[in-house]
């Protein structure tokens, strides 16, 4: 960690680049892809946004205290965003036959930021590993 920059301020920097990803992401897949389409492709979104944070907290911050609770409160808020950014790019998506299918998705796409960030995290340590051989 640089000694200017406190751990806090890098923590919001990594999250608030993760909401503008998967919000930029989801509004340039609505362009051209339906509800339903999106609806599926959301997991994948949040995955690869969450493994590029995972990355960048290992490469910003070197060690993690409690990297269950910070991959668990990243990827939640992922997807919460990415259910909001449905909500914006498709109003009708909250009409109430939509509901089971958004609880999945939403549950899904927890999984695929948590997964994510697991797999970016391990990229960044195994990068790190061959930096000093």
Known sequence: MDKGKPFFRTLLLLALTGIGGVILLVGFFSLFMDATG???FLPLLTGF???VTGYNLIEKLEKISWPRLTHGLFSLLYALVGVLGLRLFF??????EWWSVLTA???FTFLAGYIGMIFG?????KKRQSDRH
């Open 121 to 125: 995290n391990w990229i960044a340590k």
């Open 49 to 51: 946004n969450g493994m």
């Open 105 to 107: 998705s939403a549950v």
């Open 38 to 40: 999106l609806v599926v």
């Open 91 to 96: 109003p009708l998506v909250f009409a109430q």
